[in-house]
DNA sequence: TTGTACGCGTTATCAC
DNA sequence: GTGATAACGCGTACAA
């Protein structure tokens, strides 16, 4: 590997030029960069990243820590911060904690340690631990679920999300819908979950308790959620779950028993992932604005990266979601299906 | 932030002592030890990962390249990956490329800048230049798609599991079926494609050029591949899809048309995503030992890091795939369903 | 067994 | 405008 030194013999001039020439400061002399940038090309020359960072005391590398790589929410999410940080010079790197609480310390370890310019994550829980994050001067942006400690966020307003979900299963005529939601430990979960009591409470009703049940956001817990729920002395009529993941767990344990969402039973989900629309049936969701939250998220990391101290307040962003209605949700009882098939 | 010498000065030792310490060197006094670990505890002590790396002129991260984090092949390979990798106390750090060569390359840049310890990448071309990792001594191991350069690499034999598929839309009945795979730079889009021609072959037939459409892996280009094939003077009657992707595409311009796979089209794809079962009507596939092919990647990337000139011949392990009969493939004109429905 | 001293490759400060 | 030099924080050969 050649180093700063060798293309500095090579072109005859010191190694302080040669990193001048590099970094493109103005005041070096067109003919002397020239030379060097040639004998740079020459030998292959390529800055040693790690050297540069000890002495410059930072790095041009941004961590995104998430929860869960198989979830198309984050996949879209990492688009966003990633189109933001190329935008400015910065990598991404990727870290998966697969909501494993000690996956994500090792992770936030591991971001200390290599000294990234920033972070952005969808901390697994509300009292995750970014304390050495912080003491190292490392800005962080959370996104999806907030923190205790004040920080930049981009959240969604999850609650409306599931009451609209909700009450949207009330109209088209379910009775007892019910709410599978993730670890009471991730704020989406509980966010959710109150959405979707919001949307009793509106009808001055209560959801039993019997009909919400939290899981780790698998799929299969999901089944096993949906499959307890249905054999439960007063099973539900429709179902509310908090993500995409959750959807697929339910729409096997539905498909185990042969019932057919909008027709047998009421389907809504959190997120929209790419197959929402080819299940059978297509399936209602609530959307979040994903790709946005990811592109907000950097914004935010970029301005605290720029003034470290600067606007001490943390700054919390918003962003809204939508129900979009497709057919898991509508309540065609069997009987009206036989009909319209004798009509047809 | 604690440096090394704080930790030394609390403790009342030599900064040489600390280090060996906090490496483990086992040839230090039990006492002195306990009073370094004490010290470093007292003050949150951290290593700099980064001087630490210029200092030893390695790293322990690993970097996985991959072509597109979205698709689930991936996000399972990574897992596989990263479970080897967090065995042996490595991090890995992802790097997404989108199947566009620029930002691939970029990231191998940003791979050898950072001095990683290894990388495990999914080629976005049989060409792609990794020229710089090796000169750099930085072992690599290809998955999913080869490199012209010889390096260990973990494939699939995509070819027999493409025949796989095309054979069993014959021996379903159908008579026309179509390939629409990937771009032509992707090794894999040309297994896949060839494994459809030995179908063919194997009847001793050729497929029809107009039969076969190129893309970029993309769902949008698939579906609009589709439907140029559904539009064209001799139309297929069933498709062969190289990935997931793609299939997704392919469901929407049949949705959109209102064929229905399995009855008025035959479809059968290349990978298993975790939505196969569930959409109308559960897809046949084709799945490759995903989770594996990351294993077995991470275990040939350590035999590299551990001795970095052993074994210079590289190494390639070819995994098998398996097709999966679902309902999509099957070949049920809409009479047989009429006459069903009646006796039913 | 422990401490001293140097070097990893780069950039920033200071003279010239 | 350019070059010598120190320093970033750590690990290790060498000396004690």
Not at 161 to 171: Q, V
Not at 194 to 219: E, M, N, Q
Not at 266 to 288: C, E
Request: with cysteine; proline share 6%; net charge neutral.
């Amino acid at each position: 590997m050649a180093k700063i030194k060798d293309v500095a013999e090579l072109a005859g001039v010191s190694a302080a030029t040669v990193s001048r020439v590099l970094n493109n400061v103005p005041t070096v002399d067109a003919d002397l960069a020239e030379r060097v940038r040639d004998a740079a090309n020459e030998l292959g020359y390529r800055a040693n990243g790690v050297a540069r960072s000890l002495r410059r005391q930072r790095t041009d590398v941004w961590a995104l820590i998430i929860s869960d790589i198989g979830n198309p929410f984050f996949t879209s999410v990492a688009r966003g911060v990633e189109d933001i940080a190329q935008r400015e010079g910065f990598s991404v790197v990727l870290c998966n904690t697969d909501e494993d609480p000690a996956k994500e310390a090792r992770y936030i370890d591991v971001a200390e340690r290599e000294q990234v310019a920033g972070v952005v994550m969808s901390p697994n829980a509300f009292g995750s631990d970014i304390s050495r994050l912080t003491a190292a001067g490392i800005p962080v942006v959370a996104i999806d679920r907030p923190l205790r400690e004040p920080v930049d966020s981009v959240l969604v307003s999850s609650a409306d999300g599931a009451r609209l979900a909700t009450e949207h299963l009330f109209e088209q005529g379910w009775t007892r819908p019910a709410c599978v939601t993730g670890p009471a430990r991730a704020d989406t979960a509980e966010q959710r979950l109150a959405g979707y009591r919001d949307a009793f409470a509106a009808l001055r009703r209560r959801p039993a308790k019997s009909l919400v049940r939290h899981t780790d956001y698998r799929a299969e817990s999901a089944r096993e959620a949906v499959a307890s729920l249905l054999d439960s002395a007063s099973p539900p009529d429709s179902f509310f779950l908090a993500n995409s993941s959750l959807a697929l767990g339910a729409l096997q344990e539905f498909r185990r028993r042969g019932l057919l969402p909008g027709r047998d039973v009421g389907l809504v989900s959190f997120d929209d992932p790419p197959w929402a629309g080819f299940v059978n049936p297509p399936m209602s969701v609530v959307v979040q604005p994903t790709y946005e939250i990811g592109v907000q998220a950097g914004e935010l990391l970029l301005k605290r990266i720029g003034h470290p101290l600067a606007g001490k307040d943390a700054r919390t962003i918003t962003l809204s979601t939508e129900l979009i209605v497709r057919d898991s949700s509508l309540h065609k009882p069997r009987r009206t299906r036989a009909k319209a098939a004798q009509t047809a």
